[in-house]
């Protein structure tokens, strides 16, 4: 049986279960895509990162159901360490951790800070948790005491790409005519 | 809706120069603390007792170090340490000049003043052949 399921047709909590996980399958395949092109575009150190993957997560922010959301975000972590082909190493503690810190931090900065920030300072929250955290593992985990030398550039490294990644999001968010298709719910101004 | 141009809060610019502070203090505490300001010691054997002194190299002091043929005059000044007069005969410390890095050392050895910088290893090689 197929239901005819008009976008608008789909409220708050009732829109059907297939529907939302194909969008949470599409978030995810553009999530690798990301990783991908992440992946072979060249970095002076292993840990100066751009974070590309993390702009459907900004975006499912407030798209998904928290869920949904955390599925995406395990989809992204699994996904980009098989890429990256780090799944089976201490690198994929460090972005384990990481990822579900920075997804924590967004979910937690974005309710309660609702409306009053764009998805920039949202981004920034992410990138500075994610990285804090991934530095304190590394200290007590693998490099001991000298892990904090590299603490300022990477640190400075992350915030300037996750204001980048955040306004291109807001961009992406206010300008898409897809979105609001996909979820007329969130777009009803 | 016809946005032309994300409109940056606030809370957004707050939230950027947070971050920006708290990268400030990571790299002050990091980069600070490996680099302590080296230390100068000085020893001397004056009136039967050895005696020893620390002092910051970046300080600035004129001391009269007593020794069993005088007071030796050392100035500590500019990150440099100097002795300035000594009553032995051949002056020996005094021509030795300033010094200023970890490892290097001034001895008046007739009055029996040690002066010596100790601190973390310069990165400059003790010496280059060419």
């Given at each position: 049986?197929?239901?005819?399921?008009?976008?608008?047709?789909?409220?708050?909590?009732?829109?059907?279960?297939?529907?939302?996980?194909?969008?949470?399958?599409?978030?995810?395949?553009?999530?690798?895509?990301?990783?991908?092109?992440?992946?072979?575009?060249?970095?002076?150190?292993?840990?100066?990162?751009?974070?590309?993957?993390?702009?459907?997560?900004?975006?499912?922010?407030?798209?998904?159901?928290?869920?949904?959301?955390?599925?995406?975000?395990?989809?992204?972590?699994?996904?980009?360490?098989?890429?990256?082909?780090?799944?089976?190493?201490?690198?994929?503690?460090?972005?384990?951790?990481?990822?579900?810190?920075?997804?924590?931090?967004?979910?937690?900065?974005?309710?309660?800070?609702?409306?009053?920030?764009?998805?920039?300072?949202?981004?920034?929250?992410?990138?500075?948790?994610?990285?804090?955290?991934?530095?304190?593992?590394?200290?007590?985990?693998?490099?001991?005491?000298s892990a904090w030398m590299i603490a300022p550039p990477f640190l400075l490294v992350g915030l300037i790409s996750s204001s980048i990644?955040?306004?291109?999001?807001?961009?992406?968010?206010?300008?898409?005519?897809?979105?609001?298709?996909?979820?007329?719910?969130?777009?009803?101004? | 809706?016809?946005?032309?141009?994300?409109?940056?809060?606030?809370?957004?610019?707050?939230?950027?120069?947070?971050?920006?502070?708290?990268?400030?203090?990571?790299?002050?505490?990091?980069?600070?603390?490996?680099?302590?300001?080296?230390?100068?010691?000085?020893?001397?054997?004056?009136?039967?007792?050895?005696?020893?002194?620390?002092?910051?190299?970046?300080?600035?002091?004129?001391?009269?170090?007593?020794?069993?043929?005088?007071?030796?005059?050392?100035?500590?000044?500019?990150?440099?340490?100097?002795?300035?007069?000594?009553?032995?005969?051949?002056?020996?410390?005094?021509?030795?000049?300033?010094?200023?890095?970890?490892?290097?050392?001034?001895?008046?050895?007739?009055?029996?003043?040690?002066?010596?910088?100790?601190?973390?290893?310069?990165?400059?090689?003790?010496?280059?052949?060419?």
């Open positions: 049986m197929r239901s005819v399921n008009s976008p608008a047709g789909s409220g708050h909590g009732g829109s059907s279960p297939p529907r939302i996980q194909r969008l949470v399958a599409l978030a995810a395949a553009v999530c690798l895509f990301l990783a991908s092109i992440e992946y072979v575009i060249p970095k002076p150190l292993p840990f100066l990162r751009i974070g590309l993957a993390n702009l459907p997560l900004l975006l499912a922010l407030d798209l998904f159901p928290v869920s949904h959301f955390f599925l995406l975000l395990g989809i992204k972590i699994l996904g980009q360490s098989l890429i990256q082909g780090s799944l089976f190493s201490f690198t994929f503690l460090l972005s384990l951790s990481g990822s579900l810190a920075s997804g924590l931090v967004m979910l937690a900065a974005r309710r309660l800070l609702r409306g009053s920030t764009t998805l920039i300072g949202i981004s920034i929250l992410g990138a500075m948790a994610s990285n804090l955290v991934q530095l304190t593992l590394a200290r007590y985990i693998v490099f001991g005491r990644l955040g306004y291109l999001a807001q961009v992406y968010k206010e300008r898409s005519t897809w979105l609001p298709k996909m979820f007329p719910q969130h777009f009803s101004e | 809706m016809t946005a032309s141009r994300v409109r940056i809060r606030a809370l957004d610019i707050i939230i950027f120069l947070f971050a920006l502070i708290i990268i400030g203090l990571i790299s002050l505490q990091t980069y600070a603390r490996g680099r302590g300001t080296p230390e100068i010691t000085i020893s001397s054997a004056g009136q039967g007792t050895e005696q020893q002194w620390i002092y910051p190299l970046d300080g600035e002091a004129t001391l009269r170090v007593p020794g069993p043929l005088g007071e030796t005059v050392v100035v500590i000044k500019d990150g440099a340490v100097q002795v300035i007069s000594s009553p032995c005969p051949e002056k020996i410390c005094v021509k030795t000049g300033r010094i200023s890095k970890p490892g290097q050392w001034i001895a008046c050895l007739p009055n029996r003043v040690f002066i010596s910088i100790r601190g973390r290893r310069s990165q400059q090689p003790d010496a280059v052949s060419q």
